[in-house]
């Protein structure tokens, strides 16, 4: 085998190794915080319940003991006692889920003391259950569905292991680049595939550290926000109302950052599926979109007909990112002129403009200016339209607007104007 095959082969190894393991800690970090969240909320309805007054198993009195909530805003909760005789005193013709009652729930409820966590199924859902002895009384089984962590647990596999066969194939990539195919590389030559492939892997880390970071606050947001949907029982319509809009919000908001990961781990890959783009048509769909969701501005779009070869759905992802940070950086009722002239489409706002010291790191990933803190994003709007750019041959670039305050954001683009094709 070749020096230069050994050494694309090797890098690739140790990428790929050091990815993996990044994304497993990555991975287990983030189940252990939302199945901790299940375990606390396990732990202080099992303390509320023991606090209740005593019941007669025989008699199967229950009434004055906690009830549990059907159906709760994130997950389904179950509630069961075991005697000491390991049977369970519900009433005959209950139409409540049973919880299965193995042997170390009998010894528990033998001798009225202990506990211990079990992951197991309840009418079919995948729950985690807490049986905790009660002195005089045997056992109690209380469990909550895990459906919603496993569905977070699995998107975030998925975005984690595309990382990781990017990473590594990108990796591999820079091996073949830089190890020159002579038999003997000179020491300069060495240390600099070494010094790009440890860029590389930098790279790789940062991003799987930021998006355990990112995603966390989401996830533990919705599950806060779902919590107190679940205990609502005695709120009013009203603001139960507010409090599911903002889980349909969150949720959405998280989506929206699994996407700009997802698009952030393609890299500057062309799209192989491309075709010619009317980017004047692009830009005319944006502004409306643009206005559906920030009516309070006046969008404004001068666009002359262009065509540039490449993918619809990035392109149009660039505009709207383009448009979205105007508009979030725009006071109520100020103006956004949106160009296109030469293949060179202008954003320009009126807000308070780009600090100084933030704009060598506008196109940074998960950077948040001065004047974005406070306000809703993830950072990664602008990083996504300069990997589009670049993608595409093209290049953006974001300065203080010359004539008063805002912003003038240039995206410029190979494109030819309509006319030139049809002649």
Same mark, same amino acid.
């Given at each position: 085998m070749s020096l230069r095959r050994r050494v694309t082969l090797m890098s690739a190894l140790v990428v790929?190794?050091?990815?993996?393991?990044?994304?497993?800690?990555?991975?287990?970090?983030?189940?252990?915080?939302?199945?901790?969240?299940?375990?606390?909320?396990?732990?202080?309805?099992?303390?509320?319940?023991?606090?209740?007054?005593?019941?007669?198993?025989?008699?199967?009195?229950?009434?004055?003991?906690?009830?549990?909530?059907?159906?709760?805003?994130?997950?389904?909760?179950?509630?069961?006692?075991?005697?000491?005789?390991?049977?369970?005193?519900?009433?005959?013709?209950?139409?409540?889920?049973?919880?299965?009652?193995?042997? #170390?729930?009998?010894?528990?409820?033998?001798?009225?003391?202990?506990?211990?966590?079990?992951?197991?199924?309840?009418?079919?859902?995948?729950?985690?259950?807490?049986?905790?002895?009660?002195?005089?009384?045997?056992?109690?089984?209380?469990?909550?569905?895990?459906?919603?962590?496993?569905?977070?647990?699995?998107?975030?596999?998925?975005?984690?292991?595309?990382?990781?066969?990017?990473?590594?194939?990108?990796?591999?990539?820079?091996?073949?680049?830089?190890?020159?195919?002579?038999?003997?590389?000179? #020491?300069?030559?060495?240390?600099?595939?070494?010094?790009a492939l440890a860029d590389s892997l930098a790279a790789q880390r940062q991003l799987v550290a930021d998006a355990s970071h990112e995603l966390r606050t989401p996830v533990t947001s919705l599950r806060t926000n779902a919590e107190m949907l679940r205990d609502a029982s005695h709120v009013p319509d009203e603001e139960?109302?507010?409090?599911?809009?903002?889980?349909? #919000?969150?949720?959405?908001?998280?989506?929206?950052?699994?996407?700009?990961?997802?698009?952030?781990?393609?890299?500057?890959?062309?799209?192989?599926?491309? #075709?010619?783009?009317?980017?004047?048509?692009l830009a005319y769909e944006s502004v409306q979109r643009a206005r559906r969701h920030a009516p309070q501005l006046d969008f404004r779009l001068d666009a002359e007909p262009a065509v540039v070869e490449g993918s619809p759905e990035r392109l149009a992802r660039a505009i709207n990112n383009l448009l979205d940070n105007a508009a979030k950086h725009s006071p109520a009722g100020a103006v956004v002129e949106v160009g296109l002239r030469d293949g060179v489409l202008t954003v320009r706002d009126h807000g308070p403009g780009i600090d100084p010291e933030d704009l060598p790191h506008v196109f940074d990933r998960f950077h948040r200016g001065a004047n974005s803190r406070g306000r809703p994003g993830s950072g990664l709007g602008l990083a996504i339209v300069k990997q589009v750019a670049e993608a595409h041959g093209g290049t953006i670039t974001l300065d203080r607007a010359p004539d008063g305050p805002g912003t003038v954001a240039r995206l410029a683009l190979p494109a030819v104007p309509v006319e030139a094709l049809t002649t």
């Amino acid at each position: 085998m070749s020096l230069r095959r050994r050494v694309t082969l090797m890098s690739a190894l140790v990428v790929g190794a050091t990815l993996v393991l990044a994304s497993g800690v990555c991975y287990f970090v983030m189940r252990g915080e939302l199945r901790g969240q299940i375990d606390d909320s396990l732990r202080e309805q099992a303390v509320q319940v023991a606090r209740a007054p005593r019941f007669d198993p025989a008699n199967g009195d229950l009434r004055r003991l906690p009830q549990p909530q059907r159906r709760t805003g994130a997950s389904q909760a179950y509630f069961q006692f075991v005697t000491p005789a390991g049977t369970n005193p519900r009433p005959p013709g209950s139409n409540e889920p049973s919880l299965p009652i193995t042997a #170390e729930t009998k010894a528990i409820a033998k001798r009225e003391s202990g506990r211990a966590w079990t992951d197991t199924t309840a009418d079919g859902v995948h729950v985690r259950m807490l049986t905790v002895g009660l002195p005089a009384r045997g056992a109690l089984q209380l469990a909550r569905s895990l459906s919603s962590v496993d569905r977070a647990l699995s998107r975030l596999k998925i975005v984690l292991a595309f990382l990781t066969i990017f990473g590594t194939g990108f990796a591999a990539l820079l091996a073949r680049i830089f190890s020159r195919p002579v038999a003997a590389p000179t #020491e300069q030559e060495l240390a600099d595939s070494q010094g790009a492939l440890a860029d590389s892997l930098a790279a790789q880390r940062q991003l799987v550290a930021d998006a355990s970071h990112e995603l966390r606050t989401p996830v533990t947001s919705l599950r806060t926000n779902a919590e107190m949907l679940r205990d609502a029982s005695h709120v009013p319509d009203e603001e139960r109302r507010l409090i599911a809009g903002e889980v349909v #919000e969150q949720a959405e908001e998280l989506t929206d950052l699994i996407g700009d990961l997802i698009d952030l781990a393609r890299g500057n890959v062309p799209d192989p599926n491309v #075709e010619d783009v009317r980017l004047d048509a692009l830009a005319y769909e944006s502004v409306q979109r643009a206005r559906r969701h920030a009516p309070q501005l006046d969008f404004r779009l001068d666009a002359e007909p262009a065509v540039v070869e490449g993918s619809p759905e990035r392109l149009a992802r660039a505009i709207n990112n383009l448009l979205d940070n105007a508009a979030k950086h725009s006071p109520a009722g100020a103006v956004v002129e949106v160009g296109l002239r030469d293949g060179v489409l202008t954003v320009r706002d009126h807000g308070p403009g780009i600090d100084p010291e933030d704009l060598p790191h506008v196109f940074d990933r998960f950077h948040r200016g001065a004047n974005s803190r406070g306000r809703p994003g993830s950072g990664l709007g602008l990083a996504i339209v300069k990997q589009v750019a670049e993608a595409h041959g093209g290049t953006i670039t974001l300065d203080r607007a010359p004539d008063g305050p805002g912003t003038v954001a240039r995206l410029a683009l190979p494109a030819v104007p309509v006319e030139a094709l049809t002649t």
